[in-house]
């Protein structure tokens, strides 16, 4: 652990940015049996801080509007022009509208806390981040400029750059008429890219040929209901009381909380209920009709994916490992609980795609974050080569998905 970042008692170090010095203080008096907070209300005390060699702190928490001089433009030059490396939590009085959201997470390396509702979680997010970061190097100018960064193995790194160069050279014909196709059916351009999440949290471009209607974006919201991954008991109210599991037993809840109307209701059943009422992480839609027909064959036959090895080869991805999710599904996995698949190098295919992938029910979101928290904590040269060889059956897709 970084000594720099942590007080001799074990408490994070922590920048906390704020245009109003008072309530600084006051966070800081909340916070002081678990945080060292260093209070900063101006830019220029950012950029002096994050200037310092070695690090005066190990996160940075930034309460400030977004749109004022402490926001999101000033993060952006202590991340790209000073090369702050910590991550960045931003917090807010009230959920963040999406739009927002995206653009504080494009920032790459950082989460929204909102407060006071999520204070515990945010500590324990910060203690967190305080023992996950590595030790610097003996040559720390060599050091990697992220906590979280990847270190890709050479030989993945090899492997990678041989196959997606290669495949690309042989490919471009097919490219050439698969562009032809997409034009002669839909107008638009015959490459897509959205912003993905891939490994640390690092936000890029994410080519695809295009299957859509070129307003497919904005069609979104009608087709949340066809989710594959939507849970079947959304929306299911459950009355106060006991759980099933304390009703059988024939004794009193020993762990009974208060809802929101002032009746006891039981832990278990409060956390059904909440799991209940959550939208799902993932969004895969089943038939979706925004697909267009040359779309439907491109995503049947997986060669929509083809334009991902310039991902490969840029960098961004590997062949193999967790699929890079899209900004507001990678917000739902920051907990400490999923955020492990982040680890693991972002790739084309995957443990998940080649399991049960596109048989009808086979596969719901908790077996899928499971997967990735299993390939993230356990990938090698062979587990890819093996998923490499289960990849080839698995390309073409029982379901349109």
């Given amino acids: 652990m970084n000594p720099t970042t942590t007080t001799t008692t074990g408490k994070p170090v922590v920048l906390y940015l704020t245009p109003d010095a008072a309530a600084g203080q006051a966070f800081r008096a909340g916070c002081a049996d678990a945080l060292e907070l260093l209070v900063v209300t101006t830019p220029a005390q950012a950029l002096v801080l994050a200037s310092e060699e070695p690090a005066a702190f190990g996160a940075v928490l930034n309460a400030a509007d977004p749109a004022s001089a402490l926001g999101l433009r000033l993060m952006r030059v202590l991340r790209h022009e000073r090369g702050l490396a910590q991550p960045v939590l931003w917090l807010a009085p009230a959920p963040l509208a999406p739009p927002v959201a995206a653009l504080l997470l494009e920032l790459g390396n950082s989460e929204t806390f909102v407060l006071p509702a999520e204070h515990e979680r945010l500590l324990t997010r910060l203690h967190f981040l305080a023992q996950a970061r590595p030790r610097p190097a003996p040559d720390a100018a060599a050091a990697d400029a992220s906590p979280f960064a990847l270190r890709m193995p050479l030989g993945k790194r090899v492997v990678d750059v041989l196959c997606a160069g290669g495949a690309l050279l042989l490919l471009s014909p097919v490219f050439l008429l698969l562009g032809v196709l997409i034009k002669l059916e839909s107008r638009g351009p015959v490459f ?162 080649v399991s049960r992938r596109g048989q009808a029910g086979g596969m719901s979101e908790d077996d899928r974050k499971a997967l990735d928290n299993e390939y993230a904590r356990d990938y090698s040269m062979r587990k890819d080569m093996e998923i490499i060889l289960r990849t080839i059956p698995a390309l073409f897709q029982k379901e349109n998905v």
């Fill in 192 to 353: 897509y890219y959205s912003y993905r999440v891939g490994a640390g949290y690092r936000v890029f471009r994410f080519w695809k040929l295009r299957s859509m209607r070129s307003d497919a974006d904005q069609l979104l919201g009608s087709v949340q209901e066809l989710n594959q991954y939507q849970s079947g008991s959304a929306g299911v109210a459950l009355a106060p009381g006991l759980c099933a599991a304390c009703a059988a037993a024939g004794t009193g809840c020993q762990q009974q909380l208060v809802d929101q109307r002032g009746q006891l209701i039981c832990e278990q059943q409060y956390r059904q209920q909440r799991q209940a009422a959550a939208a799902p992480a993932f969004l895969k839609v089943v038939n979706d009709p925004r697909v267009t027909r040359v779309g439907r064959f491109l995503r049947n036959s997986s060669l929509d994916e083809l334009p991902q090895l310039y991902n490969v080869l840029r960098g961004d991805m590997s062949l193999v490992g967790n699929r890079p999710l899209p900004l507001y599904e990678a917000e739902k996995l920051l907990t400490d609980e999923h955020s492990r698949r982040f680890i693991a190098p972002a790739g084309i295919t995957g443990l998940w795609q």
